[in-house]
């Protein structure tokens, strides 16, 4: 569970306006799976999708290795 301690920081990471509608659920071959409540937030994680890579790094253990969000 510490593995994973971005989920309990997701509103850190995303901000509080898009973890109120978004959540992490699973880590599937690099790529974070994100649930979100409707296609238009799907829309606007892929807009984000960079800048989110970049500050989940600082919440991941160093072994893993993240390169999409979903």
Known sequence: LARYRFVTSWPQIVGEEVARRTR???LRNGA????????????EL???KEAI??????FIDSDEVVRDVQ
Do not use: H, M
Request: no cysteine; charged share 25%.
């Open 24 to 26: 992490p659920e699973s």
């Open 53 to 58: 890579l970049r500050r989940l790094q600082r």
């Open 46 to 48: 892929s807009f984000r």
């Open 32 to 43: 974070l799976v994100v649930r979100v409540s409707n296609s238009v937030w799907a829309q």
